[in-house]
């Protein structure tokens, strides 16, 4: 029998995503091997199998017009079997259907709203074109719900009394580096484990079929191409790629790194060499405070800050440190977010918020006090107790002071705990000048470097290394599309704003007295 080919997977990467057996797949890498062809290959392979309407998936992007591009390429693939299979191209339709019943749907979505339009549908398959343009993972989440199957091969045996295998349940996705969901992608994926290694989750959960408690494990990966394994492609498209002048961009589709920030609106003035120091004892005349973002569903944010007054510190070594006087330095963070998670919040009261604040600012101070019971594992708590001599209350953004119905506010349940603080700037124009001024001060350190002494002539900003929450998620914050001087707000940006507040914020004379803010 003569076998009409009309397509098949290159050697490598393609070869290795079309035949993984994971539950949940990224194939990721540079620009060029074929990602988008292998995910449409994969959904095609069990077309026509006998699975009929049963075989049912989505390709998901963040906009329709999105979607423009995988489209034509389905239509060159999938015209090109002459099989019946039809293309619907109304706004409501939108997918291919084939004479055996099975569906592949083209849809948008960023959020979890969006879930709601598929919410109880049954989708063995779920891809998404591009994972990294998803600003965060809820939406890819709850897509899951609607991955599995009412498909049950007993009950549908073949005419030659063949039983089918079960459908598979698979989430199939394609991306390169870089992008507004670069981070959340990478904690998911890459960090894990190497590239090609099967990530385990095994837990215990009810099978339904059996009625027993079952022992079930799902397998995730990472798969990696290079568009040095497609040799269909164009070497002018190689050299447009070579010839990109932004460097985390080239590294990205170029190299397939991970290890970049991703249009980032401070990763060109950023750099952990310089910029993160080891801690040392704060100066008694230094200033030593705090800024506050709050959250609930979402995480809050408490950092503690030492501000240079131009005299000297000593470092462990014994050398003097002395930056500008206005310098300054993040010496502690308490972030409202679950260590294995991304943006979500601990759902804590502001009581007990302000509880574990004002423990830490007595621990920083060399208090020796008990750990409220209530603040305990709770959240990202970074700190050294006793490095300073003392701190006194720092911006936090006024709103916390809103109330209704007779109600206390947030800011007045805090003070009732002791814990105070001063209005944050929050004029018109401050976010982006905030964004200007702590560019300038990641500037002013870097240009110190030049110099032999190694201080900035202005202000500059460090970071104790201790504070990996900050260190993983500010330097890397995406630019605003439309308003490329600020700040992407659909990011992670809870610890940004309190470090806006605090760089935008001129705190008392230290004459002992602190008017705390009262709305």
């Not at 948008?108 to 990294?132: A, M, R, S, V």
């Not at 000593?314 to 502690?332: H, V």
């Amino acid at each position: 029998m003569t076998y009409n080919v009309v397509w098949q997977p290159q050697p490598g990467s393609q070869t290795l995503a079309l035949s993984c057996p994971c539950d949940e797949i990224l194939y990721e890498g540079t620009r060029g091997p074929g990602k988008t062809a292998a995910q449409l290959a994969r959904f095609r392979a069990r077309v026509g199998l006998g699975y009929g309407p049963f075989w049912r998936g989505v390709i998901l992007d963040v906009e329709y017009k999105h979607l423009a591009d995988i489209i034509a390429q389905s239509k060159r693939f999938y015209n090109a079997f002459v099989d019946g299979a039809r293309f619907l191209s109304s706004a409501s339709e939108l997918k291919w259907t084939w004479p055996g019943g099975e569906e592949l749907l083209f849809r948008f979505g960023c959020d979890e709203d969006d879930y709601w339009k598929f919410h109880g549908q049954e989708l063995p398959f779920i891809g998404f074109n591009e994972l990294t343009k998803q600003y965060s993972s809820n939406f890819y989440e709850s897509m899951f719900s609607c991955m599995r199957s009412s498909f049950r091969p007993a009950d549908y045996p073949q005419k030659n009394g063949f039983l089918l295998p079960p459908i598979p349940l698979e989430a199939f996705s394609t991306t390169n580096p870089f992008g507004v969901g670069h981070t959340w992608v990478k904690k998911r994926f890459i960090d894990p484990a190497p590239r090609g290694t099967v990530i385990k989750k095994t837990q215990v959960v009810f099978n339904p079929q059996t009625q027993e408690e079952e022992e079930i494990t799902l397998h995730r990966v990472a798969i990696h191409g290079s568009y040095r394994e497609n040799r269909y492609l164009d070497p002018k498209y190689v050299a447009t790629l070579m010839a990109i002048k932004d460097v985390n961009k080239r590294k990205a589709w170029v190299e397939g790194s991970w290890d970049v920030t991703s249009g980032g609106r401070f990763d060109h003035l950023w750099s952990e060499k310089v910029h993160v120091i080891k801690p040392f004892p704060i100066p008694d005349s230094w200033t030593v405070d705090r800024s506050h973002d709050w959250g609930e569903s979402k995480p809050f944010a408490n950092l503690w800050w030492a501000e240079s007054d131009g005299t000297a510190a000593t470092l462990p070594n014994g050398r003097q440190f002395c930056p500008p006087a206005g310098s300054l330095i993040l010496i502690g963070e308490w972030y409202g977010c679950p260590p294995d998670e991304l943006n979500t919040g601990l759902k804590m009261s502001s009581t007990n918020v302000a509880k574990g604040v004002a423990w830490i600012d007595q621990r920083l101070a060399g208090i020796e006090v008990d750990e409220p019971e209530e603040t305990k594992g709770k959240g990202q708590v970074h700190f050294q107790p006793g490095i300073c001599k003392k701190v006194i209350p720092g911006p936090a953004d006024s709103a916390i002071y809103n109330t209704s119905d007779n109600e206390l506010s947030i800011g007045q349940k805090m003070e009732n705990q002791g814990v105070l603080w001063l209005e944050a700037n929050k004029k018109p124009g401050s976010r982006i000048n905030g964004a200007a001024i702590f560019a300038d001060m990641l500037e002013a350190v870097l240009e110190g470097c030049d110099k032999e002494s190694g201080i900035p002539e202005n202000p500059g900003f460090y970071v104790f290394n201790y504070c990996r929450g900050w260190i993983s998620r500010v330097p890397v914050l995406s630019r605003d599309g439309k308003n490329p001087d600020d700040v992407d707000t659909t990011q992670e940006d809870h610890d940004w704003d309190a470090t806006r507040y605090r760089v935008l914020h001129s705190p008392p004379k230290p004459d002992g007295s602190v008017k705390p803010l009262r709305m």
